[in-house]
Protein backbone atom coordinates (compact mmCIF):
# COMPACT_ATOMS: atom_id res chain seq x y z
CA UNK A 1 0.00 0.00 0.00
CA UNK A 2 1.19 3.33 -0.75
CA UNK A 3 2.81 5.30 2.16
CA UNK A 4 3.70 2.26 3.89
CA UNK A 5 6.84 3.39 4.22
CA UNK A 6 5.90 6.39 5.95
CA UNK A 7 5.54 6.63 10.17
CA UNK A 8 1.81 6.71 11.16
CA UNK A 9 -0.10 8.90 12.35
CA UNK A 10 -3.10 8.70 14.94
CA UNK A 11 -5.88 11.37 14.74
CA UNK A 12 -8.55 11.26 17.54
CA UNK A 13 -12.06 12.98 18.72
CA UNK A 14 -14.87 11.89 20.99
CA UNK A 15 -16.64 10.51 18.03
CA UNK A 16 -15.67 9.01 15.19
CA UNK A 17 -18.36 8.03 12.92
CA UNK A 18 -16.68 5.04 10.38
CA UNK A 19 -19.95 4.51 8.53
CA UNK A 20 -18.05 0.86 8.63
CA UNK A 21 -18.54 -1.75 12.18
CA UNK A 22 -17.63 0.28 15.07
CA UNK A 23 -16.48 -2.30 17.75
CA UNK A 24 -14.12 0.06 19.43
CA UNK A 25 -17.30 2.56 19.64
CA UNK A 26 -17.20 2.17 23.33
CA UNK A 27 -13.67 2.75 23.72
CA UNK A 28 -12.09 5.16 26.28
CA UNK A 29 -10.99 7.12 22.81
CA UNK A 30 -11.68 6.36 19.31
CA UNK A 31 -8.67 6.90 17.03
CA UNK A 32 -7.38 5.94 13.46
CA UNK A 33 -4.38 5.49 12.27
CA UNK A 34 -2.65 7.17 9.00
CA UNK A 35 0.70 6.36 6.80
CA UNK A 36 0.44 8.31 3.44
CA UNK A 37 -3.33 8.35 2.07
CA UNK A 38 -4.48 5.15 3.65
CA UNK A 39 -6.59 4.08 7.04
CA UNK A 40 -4.06 1.49 8.52
CA UNK A 41 -5.89 0.66 11.51
CA UNK A 42 -8.43 1.57 13.69
CA UNK A 43 -8.97 1.40 17.51
CA UNK A 44 -8.57 2.37 20.53
CA UNK A 45 -6.20 5.78 20.84
CA UNK A 46 -4.56 4.37 24.03
CA UNK A 47 -4.09 0.55 22.10
CA UNK A 48 -3.14 2.44 18.83
CA UNK A 49 -0.37 4.40 20.53
CA UNK A 50 1.35 1.08 22.70
CA UNK A 51 1.33 0.08 19.15
CA UNK A 52 2.63 2.46 16.81
CA UNK A 53 4.95 4.13 20.04
CA UNK A 54 6.72 6.64 17.49
CA UNK A 55 3.44 7.74 16.25
CA UNK A 56 2.14 11.69 16.75
CA UNK A 57 -1.00 12.62 17.67
CA UNK A 58 -3.68 14.97 16.51
CA UNK A 59 -6.22 15.41 18.94
CA UNK A 60 -9.44 16.77 17.52
CA UNK A 61 -11.12 17.45 21.39
CA UNK A 62 -14.77 16.96 21.44
CA UNK A 63 -15.39 16.75 17.91
CA UNK A 64 -16.61 14.50 15.53
CA UNK A 65 -15.16 12.91 12.42
CA UNK A 66 -17.27 11.27 9.61
CA UNK A 67 -16.09 10.43 6.28
CA UNK A 68 -15.74 12.97 4.02
CA UNK A 69 -18.65 14.16 1.96
CA UNK A 70 -19.03 12.94 -1.26
CA UNK A 71 -21.58 14.84 -3.44
CA UNK A 72 -22.02 12.69 -6.56
CA UNK A 73 -23.22 15.01 -9.35
CA UNK A 74 -22.48 18.72 -9.40
CA UNK A 75 -20.58 20.75 -11.33
CA UNK A 76 -16.79 22.27 -10.29
CA UNK A 77 -15.96 23.25 -13.90
CA UNK A 78 -19.00 24.65 -14.83
CA UNK A 79 -18.60 26.95 -11.80
CA UNK A 80 -15.25 27.57 -11.79
CA UNK A 81 -16.25 29.03 -15.61
CA UNK A 82 -19.32 30.97 -14.16
CA UNK A 83 -16.70 33.30 -12.26
CA UNK A 84 -15.79 35.00 -15.18
CA UNK A 85 -20.06 36.21 -15.10
CA UNK A 86 -21.88 37.70 -12.52
CA UNK A 87 -23.88 35.52 -9.78
CA UNK A 88 -27.43 37.00 -9.88
CA UNK A 89 -28.61 34.66 -6.93
CA UNK A 90 -28.38 36.79 -4.05
CA UNK A 91 -30.83 39.13 -5.86
CA UNK A 92 -34.32 39.66 -4.52
CA UNK A 93 -35.88 41.98 -7.06
CA UNK A 94 -35.86 42.44 -10.93
CA UNK A 95 -34.49 45.90 -10.11
CA UNK A 96 -31.82 44.14 -8.12
CA UNK A 97 -30.86 42.04 -10.85
CA UNK A 98 -31.13 44.68 -13.92
CA UNK A 99 -28.70 46.73 -11.79
CA UNK A 100 -26.11 44.22 -10.83
CA UNK A 101 -25.64 43.36 -14.67
CA UNK A 102 -25.54 47.28 -15.37
CA UNK A 103 -23.18 47.32 -12.57
CA UNK A 104 -21.01 44.63 -14.80
CA UNK A 105 -21.58 46.59 -18.18
CA UNK A 106 -19.77 49.37 -16.76
CA UNK A 107 -16.89 47.50 -16.50
CA UNK A 108 -17.11 45.46 -19.58
CA UNK A 109 -15.78 46.94 -22.97
CA UNK A 110 -18.10 47.23 -25.56
CA UNK A 111 -18.97 44.24 -28.27
CA UNK A 112 -17.80 41.82 -25.17
CA UNK A 113 -20.52 39.21 -24.20
CA UNK A 114 -21.38 39.80 -20.42
CA UNK A 115 -22.53 36.50 -18.30
CA UNK A 116 -25.11 36.33 -15.92
CA UNK A 117 -25.17 33.04 -13.61
CA UNK A 118 -27.59 31.13 -11.10
CA UNK A 119 -30.84 33.57 -11.87
CA UNK A 120 -33.64 32.40 -9.92
CA UNK A 121 -36.57 33.46 -11.55
CA UNK A 122 -38.52 32.44 -8.17
CA UNK A 123 -36.80 34.33 -5.50
CA UNK A 124 -35.93 37.50 -8.12
CA UNK A 125 -38.95 38.18 -10.79
CA UNK A 126 -41.55 36.42 -9.19
CA UNK A 127 -41.50 33.14 -10.86
CA UNK A 128 -41.75 35.03 -14.07
CA UNK A 129 -38.90 34.83 -16.39
CA UNK A 130 -37.20 38.01 -18.16
CA UNK A 131 -37.04 38.51 -21.84
CA UNK A 132 -35.21 40.06 -24.27
CA UNK A 133 -36.79 43.79 -23.77
CA UNK A 134 -35.96 43.42 -20.06
CA UNK A 135 -32.28 42.49 -20.59
CA UNK A 136 -32.06 45.59 -23.06
CA UNK A 137 -32.98 48.39 -20.31
CA UNK A 138 -29.19 46.69 -19.11
CA UNK A 139 -27.60 47.56 -22.19
CA UNK A 140 -27.14 47.44 -26.02
CA UNK A 141 -23.58 47.95 -26.39
CA UNK A 142 -23.10 44.03 -25.02
CA UNK A 143 -24.81 41.01 -26.53
CA UNK A 144 -26.12 39.64 -22.77
CA UNK A 145 -26.50 36.25 -21.80
CA UNK A 146 -28.35 35.12 -18.33
CA UNK A 147 -28.92 31.83 -17.17
CA UNK A 148 -31.12 30.76 -15.05
CA UNK A 149 -29.79 28.70 -11.52
CA UNK A 150 -31.32 24.79 -13.02
CA UNK A 151 -28.88 25.70 -16.21
CA UNK A 152 -30.92 24.11 -18.95
CA UNK A 153 -32.44 27.59 -19.84
CA UNK A 154 -31.37 31.05 -19.99
CA UNK A 155 -32.67 35.10 -21.84
CA UNK A 156 -30.57 36.73 -24.35
CA UNK A 157 -30.70 40.45 -25.12
CA UNK A 158 -31.64 41.91 -28.73
CA UNK A 159 -27.80 41.84 -29.03
CA UNK A 160 -27.46 38.59 -27.76
CA UNK A 161 -29.60 36.81 -30.36
CA UNK A 162 -27.94 39.16 -33.57
CA UNK A 163 -24.70 37.88 -32.11
CA UNK A 164 -25.70 34.08 -31.52
CA UNK A 165 -27.33 34.29 -34.87
CA UNK A 166 -31.00 33.69 -33.74
CA UNK A 167 -33.70 35.46 -35.72
CA UNK A 168 -37.84 34.70 -35.63
CA UNK A 169 -37.20 32.87 -38.46
CA UNK A 170 -34.44 30.31 -36.49
CA UNK A 171 -35.21 26.69 -36.31
CA UNK A 172 -34.74 25.18 -32.55
CA UNK A 173 -32.01 22.37 -32.48
CA UNK A 174 -33.39 19.03 -31.75
CA UNK A 175 -34.06 18.90 -27.86
CA UNK A 176 -34.31 22.62 -27.76
CA UNK A 177 -36.59 25.36 -27.76
CA UNK A 178 -36.41 29.27 -28.81
CA UNK A 179 -39.46 30.82 -27.29
CA UNK A 180 -41.49 33.25 -28.83
CA UNK A 181 -44.69 35.25 -28.24
CA UNK A 182 -47.93 35.85 -29.42
CA UNK A 183 -46.82 37.43 -32.34
CA UNK A 184 -44.05 35.16 -33.40
CA UNK A 185 -41.17 37.11 -31.89
CA UNK A 186 -38.53 35.49 -30.18
CA UNK A 187 -38.89 36.50 -26.59
CA UNK A 188 -34.59 35.71 -25.57
CA UNK A 189 -35.84 32.77 -23.47
CA UNK A 190 -33.92 29.35 -24.90
CA UNK A 191 -34.48 26.06 -23.56
CA UNK A 192 -32.02 22.73 -23.46
CA UNK A 193 -30.25 21.97 -26.76
CA UNK A 194 -30.81 25.94 -27.79
CA UNK A 195 -28.93 27.22 -24.24
CA UNK A 196 -26.10 24.43 -24.51
CA UNK A 197 -24.99 25.13 -28.11
CA UNK A 198 -24.48 28.88 -26.83
CA UNK A 199 -23.32 28.68 -23.39
CA UNK A 200 -21.47 25.15 -22.94
CA UNK A 201 -18.62 23.71 -24.70
CA UNK A 202 -19.11 19.83 -23.91
CA UNK A 203 -22.23 20.03 -24.98
CA UNK A 204 -22.37 22.53 -27.98
CA UNK A 205 -23.30 21.04 -31.24
CA UNK A 206 -21.11 23.59 -32.56
CA UNK A 207 -18.42 26.32 -30.97
CA UNK A 208 -20.15 28.45 -28.00
CA UNK A 209 -20.95 32.26 -27.91
CA UNK A 210 -18.52 32.81 -25.08
CA UNK A 211 -14.82 33.45 -25.92
CA UNK A 212 -12.73 30.46 -24.53
CA UNK A 213 -10.83 31.16 -21.26
CA UNK A 214 -7.57 31.42 -20.53
CA UNK A 215 -6.05 28.63 -19.56
CA UNK A 216 -4.09 29.83 -16.11
CA UNK A 217 -7.57 32.06 -15.34
CA UNK A 218 -9.08 28.76 -15.20
CA UNK A 219 -6.75 27.06 -13.03
CA UNK A 220 -7.52 29.81 -10.88
CA UNK A 221 -11.00 29.57 -10.75
CA UNK A 222 -10.89 25.74 -10.92
CA UNK A 223 -8.88 25.69 -7.58
CA UNK A 224 -11.09 28.03 -5.85
CA UNK A 225 -14.17 26.08 -6.93
CA UNK A 226 -12.17 23.07 -5.04
CA UNK A 227 -11.21 25.09 -2.17
CA UNK A 228 -15.04 26.16 -1.24
CA UNK A 229 -16.00 22.55 -1.68
CA UNK A 230 -13.16 21.75 0.66
CA UNK A 231 -14.59 24.25 3.18
CA UNK A 232 -17.86 23.03 3.04
CA UNK A 233 -16.15 19.14 4.31
CA UNK A 234 -16.54 17.90 0.33
CA UNK A 235 -13.45 15.67 -0.04
CA UNK A 236 -14.73 14.14 -3.49
CA UNK A 237 -17.11 15.23 -6.38
CA UNK A 238 -18.58 14.33 -9.30
CA UNK A 239 -18.21 16.69 -12.23
CA UNK A 240 -21.37 15.78 -14.11
CA UNK A 241 -20.74 17.61 -17.43
CA UNK A 242 -17.05 17.35 -18.88
CA UNK A 243 -16.18 17.76 -21.93
CA UNK A 244 -12.08 17.84 -23.26
CA UNK A 245 -12.31 21.54 -22.51
CA UNK A 246 -13.19 20.51 -18.89
CA UNK A 247 -11.57 17.28 -18.73
CA UNK A 248 -7.82 19.07 -19.87
CA UNK A 249 -8.88 21.53 -17.36
CA UNK A 250 -8.99 18.68 -14.55
CA UNK A 251 -6.06 17.04 -15.95
CA UNK A 252 -3.70 19.84 -15.95
CA UNK A 253 -4.75 20.71 -12.32
CA UNK A 254 -3.65 16.91 -11.34
CA UNK A 255 -0.68 17.23 -13.06
CA UNK A 256 0.20 20.45 -11.12
CA UNK A 257 -1.34 18.99 -7.83
CA UNK A 258 -4.08 21.39 -6.99
CA UNK A 259 -6.51 19.30 -7.16
CA UNK A 260 -7.47 18.99 -3.28
CA UNK A 261 -11.16 17.41 -4.15
CA UNK A 262 -10.73 13.85 -5.82
CA UNK A 263 -12.68 13.90 -8.43
CA UNK A 264 -14.90 11.51 -10.57
CA UNK A 265 -15.76 12.62 -14.10
CA UNK A 266 -18.64 12.04 -16.01
CA UNK A 267 -17.83 12.47 -19.63
CA UNK A 268 -20.52 14.40 -22.08
CA UNK A 269 -22.23 11.76 -24.55
CA UNK A 270 -21.50 14.12 -27.50
CA UNK A 271 -17.76 12.42 -27.17
CA UNK A 272 -18.22 9.52 -26.25
CA UNK A 273 -16.75 7.67 -29.18
CA UNK A 274 -14.00 9.68 -29.06
CA UNK A 275 -13.31 8.91 -26.13
CA UNK A 276 -13.86 5.65 -26.01
CA UNK A 277 -11.37 5.28 -28.93
CA UNK A 278 -8.68 6.97 -26.89
CA UNK A 279 -9.37 4.06 -24.19
CA UNK A 280 -11.16 6.34 -21.52
CA UNK A 281 -13.65 4.11 -20.13
CA UNK A 282 -15.39 3.95 -16.53
CA UNK A 283 -12.37 3.37 -13.92
CA UNK A 284 -9.67 4.92 -16.19
CA UNK A 285 -7.46 7.34 -13.95
CA UNK A 286 -6.27 7.23 -10.41
CA UNK A 287 -7.74 7.87 -6.89
CA UNK A 288 -7.50 11.73 -7.77
CA UNK A 289 -8.83 11.90 -10.98
CA UNK A 290 -11.06 9.23 -12.32
CA UNK A 291 -13.46 8.52 -15.21
CA UNK A 292 -16.84 7.72 -13.79
CA UNK A 293 -19.12 7.28 -16.95
CA UNK A 294 -20.87 9.11 -19.58
CA UNK A 295 -23.61 11.76 -19.29
CA UNK A 296 -26.55 11.84 -21.53
CA UNK A 297 -30.00 14.18 -21.01
CA UNK A 298 -33.22 12.69 -21.80
CA UNK A 299 -35.35 15.35 -20.83
CA UNK A 300 -35.10 18.77 -18.93
CA UNK A 301 -35.06 20.55 -15.16
CA UNK A 302 -37.03 20.16 -11.96
CA UNK A 303 -36.29 23.74 -11.08
CA UNK A 304 -36.90 25.16 -14.54
CA UNK A 305 -40.41 23.27 -15.18
CA UNK A 306 -38.85 21.30 -18.68
CA UNK A 307 -38.86 18.11 -16.92
CA UNK A 308 -40.63 15.20 -18.92
CA UNK A 309 -43.92 13.68 -17.01
CA UNK A 310 -46.22 11.76 -17.05
CA UNK A 311 -48.94 14.47 -15.58
CA UNK A 312 -48.55 18.22 -17.09
CA UNK A 313 -47.36 20.40 -14.74
CA UNK A 314 -49.92 22.20 -12.65
CA UNK A 315 -52.68 23.96 -14.00
CA UNK A 316 -51.34 23.20 -17.92
CA UNK A 317 -51.20 20.63 -20.27
CA UNK A 318 -47.31 20.79 -20.70
CA UNK A 319 -45.60 17.76 -20.70
CA UNK A 320 -42.48 19.07 -20.08
CA UNK A 321 -39.23 18.59 -22.57
CA UNK A 322 -38.12 15.28 -23.84
CA UNK A 323 -33.86 16.13 -24.96
CA UNK A 324 -32.68 13.10 -26.66
CA UNK A 325 -34.78 11.55 -29.26
CA UNK A 326 -35.99 7.84 -27.93
CA UNK A 327 -34.01 6.16 -30.50
CA UNK A 328 -30.84 8.40 -29.95
CA UNK A 329 -31.36 7.23 -26.79
CA UNK A 330 -31.79 3.43 -27.08
CA UNK A 331 -28.52 3.49 -28.90
CA UNK A 332 -26.54 5.33 -26.84
CA UNK A 333 -27.33 3.01 -24.14
CA UNK A 334 -26.11 -0.05 -25.65
CA UNK A 335 -23.20 2.25 -26.61
CA UNK A 336 -22.19 2.74 -23.60
CA UNK A 337 -23.05 -0.40 -22.09
CA UNK A 338 -21.30 -2.64 -24.65
CA UNK A 339 -18.21 -0.82 -23.41
CA UNK A 340 -18.64 -1.31 -20.44
CA UNK A 341 -18.71 1.63 -19.64
CA UNK A 342 -21.22 3.43 -16.98
CA UNK A 343 -24.09 5.51 -18.59
CA UNK A 344 -24.95 7.98 -16.44
CA UNK A 345 -28.40 9.66 -17.70
CA UNK A 346 -29.70 13.06 -16.65
CA UNK A 347 -34.36 12.03 -15.60
CA UNK A 348 -36.21 14.14 -13.77
CA UNK A 349 -39.55 13.43 -15.16
CA UNK A 350 -41.51 9.89 -14.47
CA UNK A 351 -41.99 9.66 -18.39
CA UNK A 352 -38.10 10.74 -18.81
CA UNK A 353 -37.18 7.50 -16.24
CA UNK A 354 -39.49 5.25 -17.77
CA UNK A 355 -37.66 5.99 -21.18
CA UNK A 356 -34.47 5.55 -19.84
CA UNK A 357 -35.30 2.37 -18.20
CA UNK A 358 -36.48 0.68 -22.00
CA UNK A 359 -33.18 1.72 -23.03
CA UNK A 360 -31.04 0.31 -20.37
CA UNK A 361 -33.65 -2.82 -20.36
CA UNK A 362 -32.60 -3.12 -23.82
CA UNK A 363 -28.77 -2.65 -23.54
CA UNK A 364 -28.61 -5.85 -20.99
CA UNK A 365 -30.62 -7.99 -22.79
CA UNK A 366 -28.65 -7.47 -25.83
CA UNK A 367 -25.36 -7.99 -23.43
CA UNK A 368 -26.40 -9.97 -20.63
CA UNK A 369 -23.30 -10.61 -19.36
CA UNK A 370 -22.05 -7.05 -18.48
CA UNK A 371 -23.12 -6.17 -15.40
CA UNK A 372 -22.45 -2.86 -15.22
CA UNK A 373 -24.90 -0.97 -12.85
CA UNK A 374 -25.78 2.32 -14.53
CA UNK A 375 -26.91 5.74 -13.13
CA UNK A 376 -30.21 7.95 -13.27
CA UNK A 377 -29.31 11.38 -12.53
CA UNK A 378 -31.66 13.09 -10.14
CA UNK A 379 -34.41 10.20 -10.85
CA UNK A 380 -37.01 13.08 -9.48
CA UNK A 381 -40.11 11.61 -9.60
CA UNK A 382 -40.76 8.04 -9.25
CA UNK A 383 -43.34 4.93 -8.73
CA UNK A 384 -43.01 1.57 -7.41
CA UNK A 385 -42.98 0.06 -10.87
CA UNK A 386 -39.91 2.54 -11.85
CA UNK A 387 -38.20 1.55 -8.49
CA UNK A 388 -39.30 -2.54 -9.23
CA UNK A 389 -37.22 -1.75 -12.45
CA UNK A 390 -34.25 0.18 -11.44
CA UNK A 391 -33.94 -2.71 -8.60
CA UNK A 392 -33.84 -5.31 -11.13
CA UNK A 393 -31.18 -3.35 -13.13
CA UNK A 394 -29.32 -2.62 -10.22
CA UNK A 395 -29.54 0.91 -11.34
CA UNK A 396 -28.47 3.91 -9.35
CA UNK A 397 -30.46 6.66 -8.10
CA UNK A 398 -28.09 10.32 -7.76
CA UNK A 399 -31.03 12.32 -6.50
CA UNK A 400 -30.89 16.11 -5.43
CA UNK A 401 -30.00 16.21 -1.63
CA UNK A 402 -31.44 20.04 -0.86
CA UNK A 403 -34.14 20.94 -3.68
CA UNK A 404 -36.80 20.26 -1.50
CA UNK A 405 -35.06 22.97 1.11
CA UNK A 406 -33.86 25.03 -1.56
CA UNK A 407 -37.05 25.30 -4.16
CA UNK A 408 -39.53 24.66 -2.16
CA UNK A 409 -41.73 27.81 -4.06
CA UNK A 410 -41.04 26.22 -7.56
CA UNK A 411 -42.12 22.35 -6.38
CA UNK A 412 -45.01 23.39 -4.97
CA UNK A 413 -45.98 25.78 -8.65
CA UNK A 414 -44.97 23.05 -10.84
CA UNK A 415 -45.76 19.91 -9.29
CA UNK A 416 -48.07 20.33 -6.27
CA UNK A 417 -47.90 18.41 -2.79
CA UNK A 418 -49.17 15.44 -3.93
CA UNK A 419 -46.66 14.83 -6.41
CA UNK A 420 -43.83 15.35 -4.38
CA UNK A 421 -44.42 12.50 -1.95
CA UNK A 422 -43.14 10.58 -4.70
CA UNK A 423 -39.95 12.92 -5.42
CA UNK A 424 -36.66 12.89 -4.38
CA UNK A 425 -38.01 9.87 -3.07
CA UNK A 426 -35.47 8.77 -0.81
CA UNK A 427 -37.22 6.88 1.36
CA UNK A 428 -38.91 4.66 -1.31
CA UNK A 429 -35.86 4.09 -2.91
CA UNK A 430 -34.01 2.84 0.20
CA UNK A 431 -37.20 0.32 0.89
CA UNK A 432 -37.03 -0.85 -2.19
CA UNK A 433 -33.22 -1.78 -2.22
CA UNK A 434 -32.23 0.69 -4.47
CA UNK A 435 -28.68 2.20 -4.67
CA UNK A 436 -28.63 5.97 -3.89
CA UNK A 437 -26.03 8.57 -3.64
CA UNK A 438 -25.76 12.39 -2.34
CA UNK A 439 -25.79 15.12 -4.91
CA UNK A 440 -26.29 18.67 -4.62
CA UNK A 441 -26.48 19.83 -8.68
CA UNK A 442 -24.37 22.78 -7.78
CA UNK A 443 -24.34 25.31 -9.30
CA UNK A 444 -28.01 24.50 -9.51
CA UNK A 445 -28.63 24.07 -5.44
CA UNK A 446 -26.64 24.85 -2.69
CA UNK A 447 -23.69 22.58 -2.16
CA UNK A 448 -23.40 22.62 1.13
CA UNK A 449 -23.86 18.57 2.09
CA UNK A 450 -24.92 19.11 5.38
CA UNK A 451 -27.92 21.55 4.08
CA UNK A 452 -28.52 18.54 1.78
CA UNK A 453 -28.63 16.03 5.02
CA UNK A 454 -31.33 18.24 6.89
CA UNK A 455 -33.53 18.28 3.68
CA UNK A 456 -33.36 14.68 3.16
CA UNK A 457 -34.48 14.37 7.29
CA UNK A 458 -36.62 16.61 7.78
CA UNK A 459 -38.08 17.69 4.31
CA UNK A 460 -38.56 21.18 5.53
CA UNK A 461 -38.57 24.28 2.77
CA UNK A 462 -36.28 26.77 3.93
CA UNK A 463 -37.64 29.78 1.70
CA UNK A 464 -40.22 32.23 0.54
CA UNK A 465 -43.47 31.14 1.27
CA UNK A 466 -43.30 27.70 2.01
CA UNK A 467 -40.51 28.04 4.50
CA UNK A 468 -41.10 25.69 7.85
CA UNK A 469 -43.59 23.40 5.33
CA UNK A 470 -42.65 19.82 5.05
CA UNK A 471 -43.00 18.61 1.46
CA UNK A 472 -43.24 15.17 0.37
CA UNK A 473 -43.01 14.37 4.56
CA UNK A 474 -43.48 10.32 3.50
CA UNK A 475 -39.95 10.56 2.14
CA UNK A 476 -37.85 11.46 5.17
CA UNK A 477 -34.67 9.31 6.02
CA UNK A 478 -32.82 9.22 9.09
CA UNK A 479 -29.64 11.04 9.77
CA UNK A 480 -27.49 8.04 9.77
CA UNK A 481 -28.97 7.06 6.34
CA UNK A 482 -28.76 10.29 5.31
CA UNK A 483 -25.00 10.52 6.04
CA UNK A 484 -24.23 6.85 4.19
CA UNK A 485 -25.73 8.35 0.89
CA UNK A 486 -23.48 11.28 1.03
CA UNK A 487 -20.45 8.92 2.25
CA UNK A 488 -20.78 5.32 0.79
CA UNK A 489 -23.54 5.86 -1.65
CA UNK A 490 -21.59 8.18 -3.50
CA UNK A 491 -18.85 5.90 -3.30
CA UNK A 492 -20.62 3.01 -4.82
CA UNK A 493 -21.96 5.56 -7.78
CA UNK A 494 -18.82 6.45 -8.55
CA UNK A 495 -17.44 2.86 -8.65
CA UNK A 496 -15.32 3.22 -5.79
CA UNK A 497 -16.94 1.65 -2.99
CA UNK A 498 -13.79 -0.70 -2.41
CA UNK A 499 -11.98 2.13 -0.92
CA UNK A 500 -13.63 5.47 -0.42
CA UNK A 501 -17.09 6.52 1.73
CA UNK A 502 -15.78 4.62 5.35
CA UNK A 503 -13.06 5.09 7.43
CA UNK A 504 -11.83 1.38 7.92
CA UNK A 505 -8.41 -0.49 7.22
CA UNK A 506 -7.91 -0.29 3.25
CA UNK A 507 -9.66 2.79 2.74
CA UNK A 508 -8.66 6.35 1.73
CA UNK A 509 -7.75 8.74 5.04
CA UNK A 510 -10.55 11.37 3.55
CA UNK A 511 -12.64 13.06 6.42
CA UNK A 512 -14.10 16.13 7.98
CA UNK A 513 -13.75 17.15 11.70
CA UNK A 514 -17.38 18.36 12.58
CA UNK A 515 -18.29 20.81 16.10
CA UNK A 516 -21.00 18.43 16.66
CA UNK A 517 -21.95 14.47 15.72
CA UNK A 518 -24.27 14.52 12.85
CA UNK A 519 -26.45 11.49 14.08
CA UNK A 520 -27.11 13.05 17.58
CA UNK A 521 -28.19 17.00 16.64
CA UNK A 522 -31.60 17.66 15.76
CA UNK A 523 -32.18 17.70 12.36
CA UNK A 524 -33.35 21.56 11.90
CA UNK A 525 -29.87 22.38 12.70
CA UNK A 526 -27.52 20.12 10.81
CA UNK A 527 -26.98 22.69 8.44
CA UNK A 528 -25.58 24.95 11.84
CA UNK A 529 -22.77 22.31 12.60
CA UNK A 530 -19.55 23.78 11.90
CA UNK A 531 -16.77 22.49 9.67
CA UNK A 532 -13.34 22.30 11.85
CA UNK A 533 -11.09 20.94 9.37
CA UNK A 534 -11.28 18.51 6.00
CA UNK A 535 -8.48 15.96 5.55
CA UNK A 536 -8.10 14.29 1.98
CA UNK A 537 -5.59 11.60 2.01
CA UNK A 538 -4.40 12.25 5.35
CA UNK A 539 -3.44 15.82 4.71
CA UNK A 540 -5.62 19.41 6.01
CA UNK A 541 -6.84 20.84 2.61
CA UNK A 542 -9.10 23.21 5.32
CA UNK A 543 -8.95 24.13 8.40
CA UNK A 544 -11.06 26.89 10.16
CA UNK A 545 -10.07 30.25 10.24
CA UNK A 546 -8.24 30.38 6.51
CA UNK A 547 -8.53 32.43 4.24
CA UNK A 548 -12.48 31.78 2.50
CA UNK A 549 -12.23 30.55 -0.35
Known sequence: MAGAGQP??????????????????NTARP?????????????????????????????????????????????PTMTAANQRGVDVSTASSRADLLEMLRTRARDTPPGQWLLGTRYDHGRSTGGTPLTRSDLDEVTDAHPVILINIGAHWGVLNSAGLAAAGLSDDSVPPPGGELAKDAAGHLTGVVHEQALFDLAYPSLSRGRPVLPDQNPEAALAQLKSTLRALNAAGITSVGDAMAGPTELSLLQEAHQRGELTTRVNALLTYRHVDTFHAAGLRTGF???????????????????GGTCLVEEPFEGTDDH??????????????????????????????????????????????ARPAIKTAHRIEHCSMVDAEILARMKALDAIAVPFGSYVAFHGDKLLDYYGADRLERMFAHRSMLDAGVAVAGSSDFPCGPFEPLLGLASCVTRLSTAGRSAGRALGASQRISAREALAIYTTGSAHAAGEAAFKGRLEVGNLADFVVLSDDPLEVDPKHLPDIHIHETWVGGQAVWRDGEDPP
Open 31 to 75: ALAIQGEWVVDVGDLGDLRRRMPGADVVDFGDATIVPGFNDAHQH
Open 320 to 365: GIQTLDTDELNKLAFRVHAAGSRLAIHANGDRAIKLVLNALEQARA
Open 8 to 25: PLLVTARRIVTMADEPYA
Open 285 to 303: GDNWLRIGGVKAFADGAVA
